[in-house]
């Protein structure tokens, strides 16, 4: 048996509503640091991305010693696009705690998560969190998480959860509104109260369910996961089987650690029940099990939800590559994606037959954003294609993946929202005030009909709407749905951009370059105001004469340019377009640079 009591506990919340600040204050307040000692915000938001994104990207496990107990704490991915994550991570957990924003309510994401826990039967406890915000609403948002609850068919231990409310930001919670705020010590409490200690069985040889995997450049592969009977010890010989019992690999155990705080501590022995980290294999991945040589049967684990969108990466081909990044050729591109796929199972890699072209699948635009985002931060150079959805054929019929979107939007704005949405396929399943002038409205729309909308939504709500979606079911195919309307401004010729020329462009449509932007032919400088692609000379300055006029040299007053972050320009594209990404730059361009290809192709394509 262990020599410390355990309790396992896994938080899960929507984005951004404060669990990794929460997690901040708990360790602070169990007397994990000196008084005195420096600390980050967002302790667990280890990667660059993260902290400035303020989102969580990967699962993390920590732990805290509170009154001779250790509690070991996950910290969850808010985000659906990183639920391949998620669904894994709840075997490691006996309890969870459910963290809801004071006014926004319960939301997508958190519905997601929360149903993956109570089919497993872990009892939640939940906190209404910011309940300092002028327009928190908490007991409205008590009796929604209730109703969220009985929609996910809790049983009626789940449905008789304690609730607390609380401040992680500022570290307090209470038990009822008007009790003295003072520290998280009640939470803390009941998680020891709550939470069951793991069931161990005693006798067994040792097994644990690999969850997590990582590469660290010392110790290489490190697969951490909860062990579920027996104990092990360093240099132990394993061996590692998959799902179906098969063999993957034997090996020995060449370092054993073990969670404190932020930091992996080497141990001697682990027992049932911790939360560990083992390093030594090379072959076993995620939800395989590791074990003694002697077991042969392996631990059940949740099948990880198929991909539903896929973006094409290949080489870049443009005039400006190999001038900002290092790695640019496709033999290491290839490499970069293998490895990924092989660490990140939620990720499929395939490549084209001639090896040129590599197809990766995720969960979501935002999954695949990051992982470009990150190699183009390794000093990768690459172009991407439009994000495509993944069909299926169930029965002989064509399934599409069907996404739940809920959207709260200013109530002025939401015919707009309506008829926008109902173009693009989709079908209205709620509308209900949320009070203070705004409305939540509930749809199920094809993910194919979501690629590029959020721009779209939010020039239409004026940037106050929040639109978060889910993936909910496949249907069957419901038709062609109308893309982007408006063509694009292309460049004529490779130099830089003249203020002069974009002055006088600017009727045409929305600019997306400034003066002395480095431009080449083909690549998209700009939106028509129509449908239609324009080809157009960006470059061309005024004509100098001797001859001067009052009032010719007019000042030129440019409008700032539309600024995209890679996911808006992952979802702006056409099929014929790419996004071209380089450590310093990201740039929009046409497949085909020059104008005759273009138009050969069209023609093909028209006749086809």
């Given at each position: 048996?262990?020599?410390?009591?355990?309790?396992?506990?896994?938080?899960?919340?929507?984005?951004?509503?404060?669990?990794?600040?929460?997690?901040?204050n708990?360790?602070?307040?169990s007397?994990?640091?000196?008084?005195?000692?420096q600390t980050?915000?967002?302790?667990?938001?280890?990667?660059?991305l993260?902290?400035?994104?303020?989102?969580?990207?990967?699962?993390?496990?920590?732990?805290?010693?509170?009154?001779?107990?250790?509690?070991?704490?996950?910290?969850?991915?808010?985000?659906?696009d990183?639920?391949?994550?998620?669904?894994?991570?709840?075997?490691?957990?006996?309890?969870v705690?459910?963290?809801?924003?004071?006014?926004?309510?319960?939301?997508p994401?958190?519905?997601?998560?929360?149903?993956?826990?109570?089919?497993?039967?872990?009892?939640?406890?939940?906190i209404?969190?910011?309940?300092?915000?002028?327009?928190?609403?908490p007991?409205?948002?008590?009796?929604e998480?209730?109703?969220?609850?009985?929609?996910?068919?809790?049983n009626?231990?789940?449905?008789?959860?304690?609730?607390?409310?609380?401040?992680?930001?500022d570290?307090?919670?209470?038990?009822?509104?008007?009790?003295?705020?003072?520290?998280l010590?009640?939470?803390?409490?009941?998680?020891?109260?709550?939470?069951?200690?793991?069931?161990?069985?005693?006798?067994?040889?040792?097994?644990?369910?690999?969850t997590?995997?990582?590469?660290?450049?010392?110790?290489?592969?490190?697969?951490?996961?909860?062990?579920?009977?027996?104990?092990?010890k360093?240099?132990?010989a394993?061996?590692a089987?998959?799902?179906?019992?098969?063999?993957?690999?034997?090996?020995?155990?060449?370092?054993?650690?073990?969670?404190?705080?932020t930091?992996?501590?080497?141990?001697?022995?682990?027992?049932?029940?911790?939360?560990?980290?083992?390093?030594?294999?090379?072959?076993?991945?995620?939800?395989?099990?590791?074990?003694?040589?002697?077991v042969?049967?392996?631990?059940?684990?949740?099948p990880i939800?198929?991909?539903?969108?896929?973006?094409?990466?290949t080489?870049?081909?443009?005039?400006?590559?190999?001038?900002?990044?290092?790695?640019?050729?496709?033999?290491?591109?290839?490499?970069?994606?293998?490895?990924?796929?092989?660490?990140?199972?939620?990720?499929?890699?395939?490549?084209?037959?001639d090896?040129?072209?590599?197809?990766?699948?995720?969960?979501?635009?935002?999954?695949?954003?990051?992982?470009?985002?990150?190699?183009?931060?390794?000093g990768?150079?690459?172009?991407?294609?439009?994000?495509?959805?993944?069909?299926?054929?169930?029965?002989?019929?064509?399934?599409?993946?069907?996404?739940?979107?809920?959207?709260?939007?200013?109530?002025e704005?939401?015919?707009?929202?309506?008829?926008?949405?109902?173009?693009?396929?989709?079908?209205?399943?709620?509308?209900?005030?949320?009070?203070?002038?705004?409305?939540?409205?509930?749809?199920?729309?094809p993910?194919?009909?979501?690629?590029?909308y959020?721009?779209?939504?939010?020039?239409?709500?004026?940037?106050?709407?929040?639109?978060?979606?889910?993936?909910?079911?496949?249907?069957?195919?419901?038709?062609?749905?109308?893309?982007r309307?408006?063509?694009?401004?292309?460049?004529?010729?490779?130099?830089?951009?003249?203020?002069?020329?974009?002055?006088?462009l600017?009727?045409?449509?929305?600019?997306?370059?400034e003066?002395?932007?480095?431009v080449?032919?083909?690549?998209i400088?700009?939106?028509?105001?129509?449908?239609?692609?324009?080809?157009?000379?960006?470059?061309?300055?005024?004509?100098?004469?001797?001859?001067?006029?009052?009032?010719?040299?007019?000042?030129?007053?440019l409008v700032?340019p539309?600024?995209?972050?890679?996911?808006?320009?992952?979802?702006?594209?056409?099929?014929?377009e790419?996004?071209?990404?380089?450590?310093k730059?990201?740039?929009?361009?046409?497949?085909y640079?020059?104008?005759?290809?273009?138009?050969?192709?069209?023609?093909?394509?028209?006749?086809?």
């Amino acid at each position: 048996m262990t020599q410390t009591p355990i309790r396992n506990i896994a938080i899960i919340a929507h984005v951004d509503h404060g669990k990794t600040t929460l997690i901040d204050n708990l360790m602070k307040q169990s007397g994990m640091f000196r008084e005195n000692q420096q600390t980050d915000e967002r302790m667990m938001d280890s990667n660059d991305l993260e902290k400035e994104r303020g989102i969580t990207i990967l699962a993390k496990p920590t732990s805290i010693q509170w009154k001779d107990v250790r509690i070991n704490i996950i910290d969850t991915p808010g985000h659906a696009d990183f639920g391949g994550e998620v669904e894994r991570v709840l075997h490691m957990a006996d309890g969870v705690i459910l963290l809801t924003d004071a006014a926004e309510g319960p939301m997508p994401q958190t519905k997601f998560v929360l149903g993956k826990a109570l089919k497993q039967g872990l009892r939640p406890i939940v906190i209404i969190n910011k309940i300092d915000r002028p327009d928190g609403r908490p007991e409205e948002v008590i009796d929604e998480v209730f109703d969220l609850f009985v929609s996910l068919d809790a049983n009626d231990a789940q449905l008789d959860f304690p609730i607390l409310y609380a401040s992680g930001r500022d570290g307090w919670c209470t038990k009822e509104l008007d009790e003295p705020r003072e520290n998280l010590t009640p939470l803390l409490d009941l998680v020891l109260d709550q939470v069951p200690a793991p069931n161990v069985t005693e006798g067994k040889p040792f097994a644990m369910l690999a969850t997590l995997l990582d590469s660290d450049p010392y110790l290489g592969r490190c697969l951490t996961g909860r062990v579920v009977h027996g104990s092990a010890k360093v240099n132990d010989a394993v061996k590692a089987i998959d799902l179906d019992g098969n063999l993957v690999e034997n090996g020995r155990l060449n370092k054993l650690l073990m969670f404190n705080g932020t930091e992996r501590v080497p141990v001697d022995e682990v027992h049932a029940g911790d939360i560990v980290c083992i390093a030594g294999l090379t072959k076993a991945s995620v939800a395989d099990t590791l074990c003694a040589p002697s077991v042969n049967d392996p631990i059940a684990s949740t099948p990880i939800d198929p991909p539903t969108m896929a973006v094409t990466i290949t080489v870049n081909d443009s005039p400006f590559a190999g001038q900002e990044g290092k790695k640019v050729t496709s033999t290491m591109i290839r490499q970069r994606l293998m490895d990924e796929a092989e660490v990140n199972v939620a990720i499929t890699f395939q490549e084209s037959a001639d090896k040129d072209a590599f197809e990766i699948g995720g969960r979501g635009e935002l999954q695949l954003g990051v992982l470009i985002e990150t190699m183009r931060r390794e000093g990768f150079e690459l172009t991407v294609s439009r994000p495509r959805v993944l069909m299926q054929e169930i029965d002989g019929v064509k399934m599409e993946p069907i996404e739940e979107v809920t959207i709260d939007v200013d109530e002025e704005y939401s015919s707009a929202v309506i008829d926008k949405m109902n173009r693009r396929k989709a079908e209205m399943i709620d509308m209900r005030s949320a009070g203070a002038g705004k409305s939540r409205i509930i749809f199920h729309a094809p993910s194919r009909g979501l690629i590029g909308y959020q721009s779209q939504f939010l020039t239409d709500t004026r940037g106050t709407g929040v639109m978060n979606r889910i993936f909910h079911e496949y249907a069957p195919y419901k038709g062609d749905i109308q893309q982007r309307r408006n063509g694009a401004l292309i460049s004529i010729d490779t130099g830089q951009a003249v203020a002069y020329a974009i002055f006088n462009l600017q009727d045409r449509g929305v600019m997306f370059v400034e003066h002395q932007t480095p431009v080449y032919e083909g690549m998209i400088i700009g939106e028509h105001n129509r449908e239609n692609d324009l080809e157009v000379n960006i470059q061309k300055g005024k004509k100098l004469t001797n001859m001067r006029a009052s009032g010719s040299d007019e000042a030129v007053t440019l409008v700032p340019p539309r600024k995209m972050s890679l996911e808006d320009m992952m979802s702006y594209i056409n099929d014929d377009e790419l996004v071209e990404v380089t450590p310093k730059s990201l740039r929009l361009r046409k497949q085909y640079l020059c104008p005759h290809e273009r138009k050969k192709r069209s023609r093909v394509s028209a006749a086809g």
